[in-house]
């Protein structure tokens, strides 16, 4: 174990698999005492079980965040294992599969819930602790898919992680001199389970691996280092962002992508 963040509380929001999993993986691992959250108690369990079988501390909160009582009662759990949270990541959210076509207020409505809103109440949960010690790290989870909306694919799911980048912009000016900083990490495609599983049952990759169809699904959706991400190359990002290195950097929004977009 590193001792960077030794001492210091995470809560990571959405952490009981995928990118969450390997975040509070790498908070754990930098000496962070790290509060794991999903909304399914085993699934979040073996990933603070797995944090603590390699030297690492870890609790468990579950519960819903798309409600202001059920998150209260989240955020309440946390604070039973750890005095304080110093260190929030909001990774909880979920894209849907909606296109303009079936895109009603209310399909918006509900990816605002789980992308923007989650992550509104948790800071508040949080945040005031934080500006009264004078130290904190808040780092949102977006998507390129703000910064690039494809035609016609979730645009419920874009709007609510562009809404994520202005919250970040609009807080980190806000909390600036407090000691706290708050950025974005916006990540493009990721080898998550739920992604993978999506790509391979797609009847022209019937019968091929992983390894073989990779780097054509790289090349389809435009990322020019030849291969997806991983979950741990975004981890390394939010680790280096609320660790000594990130202390002089907050409102800013980090695209990990490998070259999906190359924009200034």
Same mark, same amino acid.
């Given at each position: 174990?590193?001792?960077?963040?030794?001492?210091?509380?995470?809560?990571?929001?959405?952490?009981?698999?995928?990118?969450? =999993?390997?975040? #509070? *993986?790498?908070? %754990?691992?930098? @000496?962070?005492?790290? /509060?794991?959250? $999903?909304?399914?108690?085993?699934? +979040?369990? =073996?990933?603070? #079980? *797995?944090?603590? %079988?390699?030297? @690492?501390?870890?609790? /468990?909160?579950? $519960?819903?965040?798309?409600?202001? +009582?059920? =998150?209260?009662?989240? *955020?309440?759990? %946390?604070?039973?294992?750890?005095?304080?949270?110093?260190?929030?990541?909001?990774?909880?959210?979920?894209?849907?599969?909606?296109?303009?076509?079936?895109?009603?207020?209310?399909?918006?409505?509900?990816?605002?819930?789980?992308?923007?809103?989650?992550?509104?109440?948790?800071?508040?949960?949080?945040?005031?602790?934080?500006?009264?010690?004078?130290?904190?790290?808040?780092?949102?989870?977006?998507?390129?898919?703000?910064?690039?909306?494809?035609?016609?694919?979730?645009?419920?799911?874009?709007?609510?992680?562009?809404?994520?980048?202005?919250?970040?912009?609009?807080?980190?000016?806000?909390?600036?001199?407090?000691?706290?900083?708050?950025?974005?990490?916006?990540?493009?495609?990721?080898?998550?389970?739920?992604?993978?599983?999506?790509?391979?049952?797609?009847?022209?990759?019937?019968?091929?691996?992983?390894?073989?169809?990779?780097?054509?699904?790289?090349?389809?959706?435009?990322?020019?280092?030849?291969?997806?991400?991983?979950?741990?190359?975004?981890?390394?990002?939010?680790?280096?962002?609320?660790?000594?290195?990130?202390?002089?950097?907050?409102?800013?929004?980090?695209?990990?992508?490998?070259?999906?977009?190359?924009?200034?």
């Amino acid at each position: 174990m590193a001792s960077t963040l030794a001492g210091r509380t995470a809560f990571v929001s959405g952490s009981s698999s995928g990118i969450g =999993a390997a975040i #509070a *993986a790498e908070l %754990a691992r930098q @000496g962070a005492v790290v /509060v794991v959250h $999903g909304r399914d108690g085993t699934r +979040a369990e =073996a990933v603070a #079980a *797995a944090i603590r %079988a390699t030297g @690492g501390s870890a609790h /468990v909160a579950i $519960g819903d965040l798309t409600d202001d +009582a059920a =998150a209260g009662r989240v *955020a309440e759990q %946390a604070l039973g294992h750890v005095a304080a949270i110093e260190i929030l990541v909001n990774v909880a959210g979920g894209a849907g599969n909606e296109g303009w076509s079936n895109s009603s207020a209310q399909v918006f409505e509900e990816s605002f819930q789980t992308n923007l809103a989650s992550a509104v109440r948790l800071i508040n949960a949080f945040l005031p602790e934080m500006r009264r010690q004078r130290w904190g790290r808040i780092v949102q989870i977006g998507s390129i898919a703000a910064q690039r909306p494809m035609p016609d694919q979730v645009p419920a799911y874009c709007a609510a992680k562009a809404g994520l980048a202005a919250l970040t912009s609009s807080l980190a000016m806000t909390v600036a001199g407090e000691g706290v900083t708050v950025n974005t990490v916006s990540p493009g495609y990721i080898v998550t389970p739920l992604l993978k599983d999506y790509f391979m049952a797609m009847p022209e990759n019937a019968g091929r691996d992983w390894a073989e169809i990779e780097p054509a699904i790289a090349e389809m959706v435009g990322v020019r280092l030849g291969r997806l991400g991983r979950p741990e190359e975004v981890a390394a990002m939010v680790g280096f962002l609320v660790g000594p290195g990130g202390d002089w950097i907050t409102g800013s929004n980090f695209r990990i992508d490998g070259g999906n977009l190359c924009a200034a």
